[in-house]
């Protein structure tokens, strides 16, 4: 895609998943990514098959931590010369219910790395990079952030603040940065088993196009949107959901 060959990338919580893959199809368009995880172990297998030092280079720690949100935005600009580009795909879900049983410590946890972290490493980047060199950021929300998804209410909530959290950024960043957002309905990942594990077929049934996302579905739309092929294209959600919401369904 026009304008990736050569960027510089940061993708958070890309040790699997979604996040391996869009860091995956952003080394084959040309950029060099950093991917960030929790366990070093996961993060040093994603880069050897991102290529290798080469091409990728992992920093272990907590998305909500602010020395290893500096640290990582250091080294990146150190390691690679610069910082165009960067995507929020950490995300956690550890409760499982209706809202009026909602452990609120569960939630302020949620929100704190969900929807805090993620505007932090927006800061970081700006103060870093961006404000002076211009980039483009993509938040991974969720379809549960756009219509009502019972029993991960909470998540859905704060998946839903951060698209309002990505129109005001656009808003305010524009007109070198620009911000977008992807909102996928399930993607076949270990996030997402226990919405599909044991159901897949009867779960797929319910999307027009018959089957559930795979990482490399979302990928796609990420790098199009951090390309200079969305350039006229800012403060906007895509919606990746195979069809699903058009039945009703999350």
Known sequence: MRGLDGKVAIVTGASRGIGLGIAERLVAEGARVVVTARKPE????????????????????NAGDADHRAETVARTIETFGSLDLLVNNTGINPVFGPLVELDLDAARKVTEVNVVAALAWVQEAWRAWMQ?????????????????????????????????????????????????????AIVKTRFAQALYEGHEEETAARYPVKRLGVPEDVASAVAWLLSDEASWVTGQNIVLDGGVSLTGGV
């Open 42 to 61: 996961q993060l040093a297998e994603a880069v050897e098959r991102l290529g290798g030092a080469d091409h990728a280079l992992g920093i272990a720690g």
């Open 132 to 184: 002076e060199h211009g980039g483009a950021v993509v938040n991974v929300s969720s379809l549960s952030g756009v219509r009502p998804a019972p029993m991960i209410s909470w998540y859905g909530a704060t998946k839903a603040m951060l698209l309002s959290l990505t129109e005001s950024l656009a808003v305010e960043m524009g007109p070198t940065v620009r911000v977008n957002a992807v909102a996928p």
